[in-house]
């Protein structure tokens, strides 16, 4: 019986898990068997290279026939500052979707920063927590021989010297 995959940890289960106890980590996603994208990522890198051009030539193929259906030339202004470009159509638009995409790019990287910087911290914190661990398992060890050589000490058979014989 596991957990939910999207389960919301708080900080003793994440300090646990960052041992390797309790929950046990989800597995990575991995394409179905058979799968055209499992194929395109499984191989030798020439097969690999192959299946992905497979994989996008619909895509380049529907930008080529986009370009050249819009070959009408266009004026684009920048308003305040006069600034004038003329253009096909099509380069212009596939411009704005490729800088809508970088745009978009770049706003998740900022989302995943927080993200990033707390697992940094975590892995830092687990690193502490394992030496302070290791360090209070040599003390343990330690502490467990002294008291092993005081008990072997004590159990030692002292030496009397012999009994005196009293004259009578």
């Known amino acids: 019986m596991g957990f939910p995959r999207f389960t919301r940890m708080d900080g003793p289960t994440r300090a646990l898990m960052a041992f390797g106890i309790g929950l046990r980590k989800p ?9 055209l994208l499992n194929l395109a990522l499984a191989g030798s890198p020439m097969r690999s290279m192959i299946w992905r051009l497979i ?4 895509l380049l193929l529907l930008l080529i026939l986009f370009a050249l259906s819009n070959t009408q030339s266009v004026r684009l202004g920048m308003w305040p500052t006069g600034i004038s470009v003329e253009a096909p159509l099509s380069i212009l638009i596939l ?74």
């Open 27 to 35: 597995r990575r996603w991995v394409p179905r068997r058979g799968s």
């Open 55 to 58: 994989l996008i030539s619909p």
């Open 95 to 168: 411009l704005a979707m490729a800088v809508a995409f970088l745009l978009g790019a770049l706003s998740t990287w900022f989302v995943g920063l927080g993200a990033r910087w707390r697992a940094r911290r975590a892995e830092q914190s687990a690193g502490a927590l394992r030496s302070e661990l290791q360090a209070a398992n040599a003390r343990l060890v330690r502490d467990q021989e002294r008291d092993r050589v005081r008990l072997q000490d004590r159990s030692s058979p002292t030496i009397l010297p012999p009994a005196v014989q009293s004259r009578s």
